[in-house]
């Protein structure tokens, strides 16, 4: 099985320069909703006004793929699957430019923001495509548009970030999603030495939570999953400092990590009944708590779990722009690499294999990477 556990970072992969000649078709993955990927060759689209045609050098797979499209089609409105290419986790460098293009060019090493919103309702104007209003408008690469898992993307100029050359195309593809994500929902509850922290679900979201948690300087970050593939990853890369395996004494052993009090901040990334409710209870008096996972439900009492001591639960749900941009700045200052919790990538021929093995969990992120 290919692995890329702790690859060495080689910025110079983005340096590719000189004239692309362009076929007519490429390869493509699509998801039937049975477990399975189609490939399918479809042709190479040539950018409009204000877009880009980019040459896809990273897909990464996303937890919401799995759970909305790859199994079967559940998503409704934002998470209709409406048979497109899959893959809303892309980084690759531009090939074509299309009239009216503005910053970027030919040559220029991006990730793609994977909303293309309508640009005008106040949501898009804050940077959150994601809350796009727009019924016309509002297009999610690899929903409702063509997305990463092929040879060749088509994107909206605005919806892109400029990668430096520091980071990876890796590193690139998951500040599309899951520590674009992650970074969000921090900003909302705040980081610090003062806190001691609790990440309920290690899964790619979960690790990405451990690695800026971490630079953000938090004091102590407990982990919780039922996978001991991801516990022990999350241990390997010094994510966290203490991994517990789910069960019903969770609260209590986090108690006596943290004498006594719980956790200042609390980050859940399972969407799991049980360990949201852990993360609740949890949180110690006056702390905060924030929803990242997506699906599930969970129960709690009001009084003694909230108000009695005061807690806050904040929801996230993706994140800005402006926030991806400043993050990849973070990034680069802090040398960190979502690269690191990439334990496997495969070509774009092994699509089958790299969603077989995300659907599993017994991994940390999955990559796809077409010019492999």
Request: with cysteine; hydrophobic share 35%; charged share 20%.
């Amino acid at each position: 099985m290919p692995t890329a556990l702790l690859l060495p970072h080689s910025p110079e992969v983005g340096k590719e320069k000189g004239i692309h000649k362009m076929p007519k078709t490429m390869k493509a993955a699509f998801l039937p909703g049975n477990s399975t990927v189609e490939m399918s060759r479809v042709p190479v689209p040539e950018p409009g006004h204000g877009e880009v045609l980019i040459a896809v050098k990273a897909s990464t797979i996303c937890g919401s793929d799995i759970r909305a499209i790859y199994h079967e089609h559940l998503g409704k409105g934002p998470e209709g699957y409406q048979g497109v290419v899959a893959g809303h986790e892309p980084c690759g460098q531009i090939v074509q430019t299309g009239p009216g293009c503005r910053r970027f060019k030919t040559g220029d090493r991006v990730i793609v923001y994977h909303i293309s919103g309508c640009g005008v309702c106040n949501d898009c104007r804050r940077g959150y495509m994601i809350s796009c209003t727009s019924a016309e408008y509002r297009r999610a690469y690899g929903w409702q548009r063509d997305g990463g898992m092929a040879e060749y993307l088509l994107a909206e100029e605005k919806d892109l970030i400029l990668l430096p050359d520091q980071l990876t195309y890796l590193d690139g593809a998951q500040v599309a999603c899951g520590f674009g994500t992650v970074y969000e929902a921090l900003q909302k509850v705040g980081i610090s030495g003062n806190d001691a922290v609790l990440i309920t679900g290690l899964g790619p979201v979960g690790l990405a939570a451990g690695a800026l948690c971490r630079k953000l300087g938090a004091e102590k970050i407990i982990g919780i999953d039922i996978s001991s593939e991801r516990r022990d990853l999350a241990l390997q890369l010094g994510l966290c400092d203490s991994v517990l395996t789910a069960g019903p004494d969770n609260v209590n052993e986090i108690r006596e990590l943290t004498s006594g009090n719980g956790v200042e901040r609390a980050i859940d990334c399972s969407a799991s009944a049980e360990a949201r409710a852990t993360a609740i209870r949890a949180t110690r008096k006056w702390g905060k708590m924030v929803m990242v996972g997506e699906g599930g439900t969970v129960t709690f009492n009001p009084s003694p779990d909230i108000i009695h001591d005061q807690k806050t639960i904040y929801g996230s749900w993706v994140t800005s722009t402006w926030l991806m941009e400043e993050l990849v700045e973070r990034l680069v200052r802090w040398n960190l690499h979502p690269e690191d919790i990439v334990t496997h990538r495969f070509s774009l021929d092994q699509a089958d294999e790299a969603y077989r093995l995300m659907a599993s969990g017994r991994c940390g992120k999955v990559a796809v990477c077409p010019t492999e």
